[in-house]
């Protein structure tokens, strides 16, 4: 049994009550499987609705790294490539998954785990001809993954660039709720889905058992991809187990709620860190805390916590990366608060 309390990652607890609610509820309902269930389909017009889009194709899957492969394997050709930053998921945790099935993924140096028009623009001019892979779209994740927020303005440059060089812009949205929540937002989620040709909405990592509900705002690049899901065993014969989760979690508008509180509590935790005396390696802006500690404090809160240590910086200090989730306890964040002022 896990003895320590941990911020380690946003995924950490099981699922909500309301979804395990919902689940429990319906088990002994017999439906249509492979997402053909009622829960999946309204769920599907709940999140069209949400997003401002009655004409978009959503289709739900198990997890980010599947989203990712299913996505960029499927809009792209052979030839194509994919451009991200280089701390991007897709070229750090995702053990070569693009790359496996063919895509090179152009790497531009991250700023605060962002990338730009002049970085996606140098990588799309240095490719000239058809000796060279052929730039064909550009992945980044919102929130970053290193918690920052594309603010409304970096994400309609990059949006009004893509559209005038052709390019598909593909958004990785395994947090997008605490993106949108957050203090620093200032785009409300149909704004955002506008803005990008797909995206997807995560739900492990806001309250979910599982499950990712990717979203094509143009129908037409949708085409065929329930053929992709079936081959590449994404197609779930218990699709309802995705799409009651995703049910619960916006009829009555508990995804935005927990990634609230996820939020809040990060906020929370960073004040007590700051008060402290620590600063941070990157300026909180959603649910990802890096804070800089001394070897010495690290070690004496490991006894108590778990964490990462995301990056030594030298013989005495390292970063470390906090996450604060939708079940994150004020009583945790106040011990840990307590636990660093008397260290």
Known sequence: MQSQISFKNDYSEGAHPEILNLLTQTNLQQEPGYGEDTWSLEAKDMIRAQIGNPDAEVYFVSGGTQANLLVISHLLKPYESVIAADTGHIQVHETGAIENCGHKINLVPHAMGKIDVAGINKVLKAHTDHHMVKPAMVYL???????????????????????????????????????????????????????????????????????????????????????????????????????????????????????????AMARKLAEGIAAAGYGFALTPESNQLFPILSLQVIAALSEQFTFYTWEKLDDEKAVVRLVCSWATKEADVDSFIDTLNHR
């Open 141 to 263: 994740s919102q929130s970053t993954e290193l918690g920052s927020i594309y603010k409304r303005a970096e994400l309609e440059e990059i949006s009004n660039y893509c559209r005038a060089n052709n390019l598909k812009l593909f958004i990785d949205g395994a947090r997008l709720a605490v993106a949108l929540t957050s203090s620093e937002a200032d785009l409300t989620l149909p704004e955002f889905a506008k803005l990008c040709d797909v995206f997807y909405i995560g739900a492990t990592k806001n309250g979910g058992l599982l499950g990712e509900a990717i979203v094509f705002n143009n129908a037409g690049e949708a085409a065929g991809f329930p053929y992709y899901l079936k081959q590449k065993g994404a197609l779930m014969a218990k699709g309802r187990l995705l799409g009651i989760q995703f049910h619960a979690l916006f009829r009555d508008g508990l995804y935005f709620e927990l990634a609230k509180h996820a939020n």
